[in-house]
Each structure stands twice: as C-alpha cells, then as structure tokens.
C-alpha cells in the first residue's frame, strides 16, 4: 500500500508541476509519468486477487498441460507463445501492462493532448478504471487498451487496422463486444473528442 502511495503523489506531483511548465516542456511530464506507471505495474508481484488463477492457468500451460479454464482464443495464444519462450509468470504479467499502458497513454495523448497528463493520473486514481483491471484482471485490461488504441486508429482513418484492433481485442476478452456495439451507435453521431470522452 505505501509503493501505491508513493506513486499516487508522484504521478499527481508531475501533473501540478506540469502547470508551472512552459507547453513544449510538458510533453516530456507526460512521458515520465507513463514510464513511472509502466514500471509500476511491471513490477508488482502477486497482486490482485485473479494472480492465483491466472498464475495456474500459465504454470500448467508451461508444464504441457492444456487449457483448463475457458479463456479467449487470443491471451490463450499469448499464454502458449509467452511460456514456450520460458518467460516466467510475473514476466508475462509485466510485458503485458506495460503495452497496456503505452497503448492507453498512446490513445489518452492522441484524443486529449492538453489534458493527457491529468487523465493519466486521473485514471491511475479510479480504482474501478485503472488498478482493478491492470492489477487483477489481465485479459480485461489487455482488451480495453487495444480497444482503445483501435478507437484512435479509427478516428485517424486507419479503419481497416482498427477493425483488426476490435478484433483482437474481443479475443483477449468478450467484453469488448459491448464497446463495439457502444460505437456503432455513436458512429451515428459522428466519433469526436467529446463522444470518445462520453
């Protein structure tokens, strides 16, 4: 509890001292304060409550086992590929928040660029947004940061690399079925800042 304090005030003391910097500095707050909540996340050990299971399910697959709990087909590939490169669990776990983050500070940046910094550490301070899927729920987390990413690609007119995105997103975690059908319907309002935002 005291390292996530200790990052809290961190991540929140760049944003404060964002606002005393001149604007072409700020980008550079901003990358810091990506790298601390990488690096955070990478390095956390057992933590959350889906760690027992998720850790289970992977010793079993590196064993040669097969898959005994119903995952999606897409962190089921990771699973197989990561541990036949003999990465340990924690490893794993860590390679994937760190793409998690970088695609979700990535998407952040790219819809938000004068706010990026206060959203980051908004979004680490919302347990329900940010530390229970990125703690806990690894697929969850990994689906929703490639949600996000697709969403970016789409609003830059990479349609057909965004679909693809959704697609493997949807299989890391079906969840992301229901964001789709979110943005379908907002697709008729015409995707903006202000809708990614809603």
Known sequence: MIDYNVVYVVV?????????????????????????????????????????VYEAHFLQVSAGGEFYLAFEVGYEFLVLIFSYMGFEFHQFVGFINIIGILLIASSVRYFFPKYSIWLMALLYALP????????????????????????RCFAGNRHIFAWGLFALAISMHYSVVGALLLLLLILRVKLRRNVFAV
């Open 12 to 52: 929140w003391g760049l944003a404060f001292i964002s606002m005393l910097t001149e604007r072409d500095q700020e980008k550079y707050i901003f990358y810091m304060q990506v790298l601390i909540l990488a690096l955070f996340l990478a390095l956390k050990f057992e933590t959350g409550y889906d760690w027992p």
């Open 128 to 151: 329900d947004f940010y530390l229970i899927p990125s703690f806990s729920l690894v697929r969850q987390a990994l689906a929703a940061s490639l949600f996000l990413y697709g969403l």
